[in-house]
């Protein structure tokens, strides 16, 4: 539900802020005080296009802001935040904000995200359904119709049947059409599978074995020059003049020496072992390691002829050796299904008939359902209208049913079903019912869309209906019934309405009212929320006086 709504200079508002509440609210006001700027704010906020021109005089913009409940709505509305690029709604509140401006772009913000002027109205027409002179009306929609129909009559499980039918075909048609192709690419596409299929597995790529053979050539590769170094060291050591072992033997025999004359040289002879037995170990290792050294030019050849296989391989058909299999299995998979396209096609042409004769058997089942439902909701809505004062007004729901066709391999259907809708609608008697999209009068309009509204109040998901002109050219009983109406159905919705009538505003649950007063050299329109005296008082000023009686009236209305 809207729960608050700011306004900024836009037209004789200066800064006005609306906090709205759920169930019914009513606004109400003179001619001329400015109710017409809260529905003109509204569609600005839903997405409606900007005229420079409401801008208040002497601002270079205008704002207006939203806050929306959004706890009761469906995921699908999350989700469609989403799929807008948009952020979520945090603890159930949804963020909208529109600015005008006197030069340069206008912009638009949801959750503090800047949108698009598309974006605005898609979340629009989840959220509020207008119902006056400037339109924003769901139900005129020919798919919205048909979802209110298959809402009333619970139809949602063969609608979902004849979905899923129809993707299950569609799965199919790509299928096919992935492998419909003319001979000469025919051929040369099984050429080049079967190239790429023979080249990887021709390979026998051994992820294992590939890791491994990277390390032994490095260090095949590498042979000859770690020979040189490992025998030059063992030549330092083994030297005919000035090897180390000759440097060692000196050094030991000055120890000796030392040893002889002073015991205390003992401790430096033991080192001198020590040093003796270390060395010996060095020179063991250097010559294993020289007798394991091996110089084969001819491995080395042809470890680097199977690298380089490798790398073409990874050139060719990925980065790496496991993407190369992975491209190899799907190669596979793809030149087993062109090998055996003239079987694949017979038994995907099988498929698809058996499908179209399950989404006909689908589609003939829900427009035979929904023609059941029809006259029901027509007598539903009938009896409304009457009660609104349509005494000789006609409602009738037209359903055309189409058949399956089939273009360019497709089959041509809509995914909610065989048929389309359309509301049609007769005020007077003796003339022809028109859509309902055609009827001229906004107050006609809006009584109808309160009639259809009060019939499908629990299967409709638009939690915020605005009313506005709906008590046009209405008066006596019928404004009475117009507002039993609407407090009927803000038990579950969120009504606002614009109104003259005094029943109708006595029936809410919540009244506002809209005035104008000079502020300096300008003139400002404001609103407030009224007690239950400011709403005597303003019942009976509806009523057309002041006085007692009129304020008793007022009293009684609202005391119901």
């Not at 004849?162 to 199919?172: P, V």
């Not at 025919?186 to 050429?191: I, K, P």
């Not at 073409?312 to 993407?323: A, C, I, N, V």
């Not at 998901?461 to 605005?466: A, C, G, K, M, T």
Request: proline residues 2%; contains cysteine; negative net charge.
């Amino acid at each position: 539900m809207l729960t608050h709504l700011r306004i900024k200079n836009l037209a004789l508002v200066t800064d006005l802020s609306l906090e709205l509440r759920s169930g019914f609210n009513v606004i109400t006001g003179e001619t001329g005080a400015g109710k017409s700027i809260i529905m003109g704010a509204l569609n600005l906020i839903l997405g409606q296009r900007a005229d420079r021109n409401q801008i208040r005089s002497g601002a270079d913009q205008c704002v207006v802001e939203a806050v929306f409940e959004t706890n009761d709505l469906h995921q699908d509305f999350e989700m469609m935040l989403d799929d807008l690029g948009l952020e979520p709604c945090e603890e159930g509140l949804l963020m909208l904000k529109r600015i005008i401006r006197t030069a340069g772009a206008n912009r638009q913000f949801v959750n503090g995200s800047p949108t698009s002027l598309d974006a605005l109205q898609s979340i629009g027409h989840h959220l509020v359904d207008m119902h006056g002179p400037h339109d924003h009306q769901s139900l005129l929609d020919g798919g919205r119709q048909l979802d209110i129909l298959d809402a009333y009559g619970n139809l949602q499980s063969l609608r979902r049947a004849f979905s899923d039918c129809m993707g299950s075909l569609r799965a199919l048609e790509q299928h096919k059409a992935s492998l419909v192709i003319d001979e000469q690419t025919y051929v040369q596409r099984l050429e080049l599978l079967r190239y790429q299929v023979r080249e990887i597995e021709g390979a026998q790529i051994d992820l294992t074995a590939a890791e491994a053979l990277e390390l032994d050539y490095d260090r095949l590769m590498n042979a000859a020059k770690l020979l040189e170094m490992a025998q030059g060291a063992l030549h330092a050591l083994n030297a005919q003049e000035g090897s180390l072992w000759d440097l060692t033997g000196n050094i030991g025999r000055f120890i000796d020496s030392l040893t002889s004359l002073d015991p205390r040289g003992a401790e430096i002879g033991a080192m001198h072992q020590q040093m003796v037995y270390h060395i010996s170990e060095l020179e063991q290792a250097l010559s294993h390691y020289v007798d394991g050294l091996e110089l084969d030019p001819a491995m080395l050849h042809e470890m680097d002829e199977r690298l380089s296989a490798l790398q073409s391989l990874k050139r060719k058909y990925g980065p790496t050796l496991e993407q190369v299999l992975e491209f190899g299995r799907e190669a596979s998979s793809n030149l087993q299904d062109l090998e055996t396209l003239e079987s694949t096609l017979a038994q995907l042409n099988a498929d698809i008939d058996q499908q179209n004769v399950a989404l006909e058997t689908a589609g003939r089942r829900l427009s035979k359902a929904r023609s059941k439902v029809i006259p029901s909701l027509n007598q539903a809505v009938r009896k409304e209208l009457n009660n609104l004062g349509f005494l000789k007004g006609r409602f009738d729901i037209q359903l055309k049913s189409s058949e399956l066709c089939t273009k360019d391999g497709h089959t041509v259907c809509h995914s909610t079903g065989l048929d389309q809708v359309d509301f049609l609608f007769g005020p007077n008697a003796g003339e022809p019912m028109q859509s309902l999209k055609l009827i001229a009068s906004s107050g006609e309009m809006a009584r109808v869309m309160l009639a259809l509204k009060t019939v499908l109040a629990e299967q409709d998901q638009v939690p915020v209906l605005v009313f506005d002109e709906v008590d046009a050219n209405v008066g006596g009983e019928t404004g009475n019934v117009v507002g039993q109406k609407m407090q009927e159905i803000g038990h579950c919705r969120q009504v606002i309405c614009i109104t003259h009538l005094a029943p109708v505003a006595a029936a809410a649950s919540f009244h506002f009212l809209v005035t104008k007063k000079q502020q300096g050299q300008r003139t400002v329109s404001e609103i407030k929320a009224l007690d239950f005296d400011g709403r005597v008082t303003e019942i009976a000023r509806m009523l057309g006086s002041g006085g007692p009686e009129a304020l008793s009236h007022a009293k009684a209305m609202l005391k119901g």
